[in-house]
């Protein structure tokens, strides 16, 4: 009679084992399953599909942060191309530097300004030389927030008596303002913008 309750003892301590261990095998293949359901929703929405000419092209989205750099630098560069690339024609001039104007904040219309005050612009007009800048290379730090960037760029200054080049450096911080428009795509906004050099190149021989 002993060894009977023994035996029922020990079929009830395998039950229970048995119990527990189904128990903890159907948890971790609930989890499993709902991760890879989520894995496979989330590369779902990474999908895109584009209708090109009659025909369905499938596209990839990619988050903000990882297309960061990109954007920041294209900002910059869209910001310097806006202030330095100039015709020398008075209402194109003030055409481009408001379209750069948006891009950044008050500092900006201070160098505008200063520029402006010692006759740069006119100079311009007056001697019809065209303007152009080169973006060389654009140094950014996106680990601490604001951005900080320093631009290294070329100019070129066209004259009907030739060509001069002259070497630019800029440095400021950007912003993430959230807020995209037509005349802001990107949703930055350049602060403490200033100009550390700008001095013309020795001639190539």
């Known amino acids: 009679m002993f060894s009977q309750f023994r035996n029922i003892d020990t079929a009830f301590k395998h039950i229970k084992r048995f119990s527990i261990f189904l128990i ?3 948890a971790i ?24 000419n009659g025909k369905v092209l499938e596209a990839v989205a990619s988050d903000r942060k990882s297309n960061l750099p990109v954007e920041l630098r ?17 209402k194109a001039i003030r055409a481009s530097i408001n379209k750069s104007l948006y891009l950044a904040d008050e500092s900006a219309k201070k160098q505008y300004d200063n520029l402006r005050e010692s006759g740069y612009y006119n100079n311009l007009i007056s001697a019809n030389i065209s303007q152009e800048i080169t973006p060389d290379s654009i140094k950014l730090d996106v680990n601490v927030y604001p951005y900080q960037f320093t631009c290294y ?13 002259r ?39």
């Open 167 to 205: 070497k630019l450096l800029t440095q400021g911080f950007i912003d993430d303002i959230k807020n995209q428009t037509d005349d802001n795509p990107h949703g930055f906004l350049i602060r403490n913008w200033e100009i550390l050099e700008n001095r013309d190149l020795p001639p190539k021989l």
């Open 24 to 26: 903890i095998a159907n």
């Open 74 to 90: 294209d900002h910059v560069k869209t910001f310097h191309h806006y202030f330095f690339d100039l015709s020398p024609d008075d």
């Open 29 to 52: 293949t609930i989890c499993f399953t709902i991760y890879n359901n989520n894995r496979i929703i989330d590369k779902a929405y990474q999908k895109i599909f584009v209708l090109y």
């Open 153 to 165: 760029a070329t100019q070129k200054l066209r004259r009907s008596s030739g060509t001069t080049l």
